[in-house]
Structures are given as C-alpha cells and as structure tokens.
C-alpha cells in the first residue's frame, strides 16, 4: 500500500490553462508539504499544512492554491499555467511539524508546459 | 535562517570504491541533520538522519556523523554498488521547524 500518493505522475498542458495535482497519505500523519524540483534537481519547498491549517507559504505566485480537505489530502491547483512552472511537484508528509520528524515523499508529478 | 551547503556533483564512481559526499550547514542551535536519496524516477527517501551532535546516522552501508565543531555532514560508503546509482541530498530543517532545506543534490553513476 502506497504511503504517499500523488496523481497524475505526467501532466503536458498548455500555457494559460489551468490544472491540479492530488496527494494522499495512509500514515495518519498531521503535517503534509509541497516541494517543486526544477530542472537541476533543486528542490524547494511551497507549502506546508498541519492539521489542515496553512503554516508555510513561501514566495509562491499566488496562481498556485493549496487546499487540505482533510488530514490525509493535500491538493495543489495552478491557474494560469507558465513555461516557468515546467518542474516535478512532490507531495510529502510528516508525523508533525518539528525538525527531527522524518519526510516521506510521493512519486512526483512532472509538469510540463508548453 | 539555516542553510546548507553539498558538494556538487556529478561524482563517477567504480563499483567498490569509496565514496565521500561533502555537506556543511549554518544553522540556529543543533538541528536535526537528513541524507535523503532519490533514485532515479522517484520521490526521495530518507537514506539516514542524526539528530544531536556526535550522532552517527547509519543505513544500507552509508554512514555519515554529525560533528558541530565543522558543522558537517558528509555521507561516506566505503564500497558502493551499481544499485547505489542515484541523487543524494543533504537535508536539515529551517529555523521553525516547519519544512526541510535541501542541498542542491550530487548525482552519483557507479559503473561496474
């Protein structure tokens, strides 16, 4: 049983439209982030939940939404979609926040934008 | 806030030999420190973690120990495999605790 899960793993739109990414954990865990790796595998993070509230939204465009619908489900939806934002979205959870709990990851989804 | 610094790849690597990553970090106090591995097509995994100074993080034959006095990290094998063939990045928390920091990643080909 998959722990982290992410849908779809490929997504190829085009510019202007506008698209969403699911993620689901099945570790019970309270705290759920979203990363974007860019093309040189550098890896930074966007959002943060925890317990379904908002803790970390870092200097992300505001066309990017997250959106927790429960503990288990976190959900990205990017309006307006740039080239820019071509980049592999991972999905990831924690047993909460704090800086000694272990991140496990989805299995990414690749964005491309043409 | 809290930073780190990996040493940048791509490391070439026959089967058996030794490997050393570099990782340094700046940080507030004494973090939590993370070796996450991401394999070629997949998400990353923790490879090992330490979590107060002098703690020595272990796993699959990688080891890598928290030494404050250097502020380092550097992961080591002392004999890698074709299989070990991946993207190893450095991790710690930021300064809330609230998301992890990455390295900018080394990719390691280990040919045999």
């Known amino acids: 049983d998959t722990a982290v899960s992410q849908t779809p793993k490929y997504l190829v739109t085009q510019m202007g439209n506008d698209k969403s990414i699911k993620c689901e954990q099945n570790l019970g865990h309270d705290t759920m982030y979203w990363y974007k790796q860019d093309s040189k595998k550098f890896l930074k993070i966007m959002f943060s939940y925890n317990n379904k509230e908002l803790i970390i939204n870092e200097t992300v465009p505001n066309r990017f939404s997250p959106k927790s619908p429960d503990k288990a489900h976190l959900n990205l939806h990017i309006n307006s979609l740039e080239l820019g934002d071509s980049a592999v979205y991972f999905c990831?959870?924690?047993?909460?926040?704090?800086?000694?709990?272990?991140?496990?990851f989805g299995p990414g989804t690749r964005l491309t934008v043409t | 806030g809290n930073s780190v610094t990996q040493m940048e790849g791509p490391v070439t690597l026959s089967e058996e030999a030794f490997l050393t990553i570099n990782c340094t970090y700046t940080?507030?106090?004494?973090?939590?420190l993370f070796w996450y591995v991401q394999y070629p097509g997949e998400g990353l995994q923790l490879l090992l973690k330490?979590?107060?100074?002098?703690d020595k993080g272990s796993n699959k034959g990688f080891e890598a120990t928290y030494r404050k006095e250097t502020t380092s990290f550097h992961l080591e094998k002392g004999s890698v495999q074709v299989s070990d063939s991946a993207v190893y990045f450095c991790?710690?928390?930021?300064?809330?605790?609230?998301?992890?920091?990455f390295g900018k990643g080394t990719t390691l080909s280990v040919s045999s």
């Open positions: 940080a507030t106090g004494y973090p939590s």
């Open positions: 330490a979590t107060k100074a002098d």
């Open positions: 990831a959870s924690s047993q909460a926040t704090g800086g000694s709990y272990e991140q496990y």
């Open positions: 991790a710690l928390p930021n300064q809330a605790g609230t998301a992890l920091i």
